[in-house]
């Protein structure tokens, strides 16, 4: 896969998350408690999300390009979206940024890219859900089950679009004017979360324990971003000393890096789940203003 060791991390800390699901699903469909397979369903959607996402679906043009911004800059991707391209091209030349806001604007502009790909996935899945369910001709009790749980995806695929729309409208306003000093939140998950939360149906008092535990989330994620950037230092300089020769050298580095390899995996796997707590909870703010 010609994979960065960041990105091996990543993919590390995804296939743990997948594979805890995957085993919490096989004891709930023992107790007979995912008969209409919604579970399951959503379950392959991850798996090929994370697939498409690292270049293991077979398809030689959809990996991401394996970028680093520490590393390689921000010029050796593409963001798959004419408006996003001319968003990020007007930022560049705008003199508003320094290059570490270029950093941070980047990261958010690929974050809005990963969320479009998801979208469209779950709106693939959605529409041969839909072809599968139109074929049935004899109406059933099971085909209303069905209908329960397309009913739920296009929710879901609401949700994605909403949270599209409103990330794609900030990324304008942060592009043409440049970043408010007084912003509550930097990390592009925190703030489609507090985007997100403040649009369900949270009470004054939900709303400020959200923001509180978003504070702690980010705090988190910077502590990720920080072991990121050591295990890239790391894994360059390890590269620099295996053509030294000096055994001593190579295995104090070798040591140093297999350490930041397993706290940015470790740090990385805590982070996605709490992202799916999060997300968890305001999917259910949203389902309470349905109701």
Request: glycine share 4%.
């Amino acid at each position: 896969l010609h994979l960065s060791a960041v990105k091996l991390a990543e993919l590390h800390s995804d296939l743990k998350i997948q594979e805890k699901d995957e085993l919490s699903w096989k004891k709930l469909k023992a107790e007979g408690l995912d008969e209409d397979g919604e579970k399951e369903a959503k379950l392959r959607r991850n798996l090929n999300v994370i697939m498409t996402k690292y270049g293991m679906n077979g398809k030689k043009d959809s990996q991401l390009v394996d970028t680093n911004y520490i590393k390689d800059g921000t010029e050796s991707d593409t963001l798959d979206d004419p408006r996003l391209e001319k968003l990020w091209s007007k930022a560049k030349t705008s003199g508003k940024f320094s290059e570490e806001d270029l950093d941070k604007l980047w990261r958010e502009f690929k974050h809005h890219k990963e969320k479009i790909r998801e979208y469209n996935i779950l709106l693939e899945t959605v529409s041969r859900t839909e072809d599968i369910h139109k074929n049935v001709i004899n109406p059933s009790e099971e085909n209303l089950v069905k209908e329960e749980i397309l009913h739920n995806k296009h929710r879901e695929l609401k949700e994605k679009l909403r949270s599209i729309n409103q990330g794609f409208e900030r990324l304008g306003k942060v592009s043409h004017q440049g970043y408010d000093t007084t912003s509550e939140f930097e990390e592009p998950r925190v703030i489609d979360l507090w985007d997100m939360a403040k649009s369900a149906n949270f009470t004054e008092k939900e709303l400020e324990s959200f923001r509180e535990e978003l504070k702690h989330f980010e705090a988190k994620i910077e502590k990720h971003h920080h072991y990121q950037k050591q295990l890239e230092i790391s894994h360059q300089k390890l590269k620099h000393v295996e053509g030294t020769g000096d055994k001593d050298h190579l295995n104090r580095n070798k040591e140093k890096y297999a350490m930041l390899q397993e706290k940015t995996k470790e740090l990385g796997y805590k982070v996605k789940k709490h992202l799916q707590d999060l997300s968890s909870r305001i999917s259910q703010g949203f389902q309470h203003n349905e109701l």
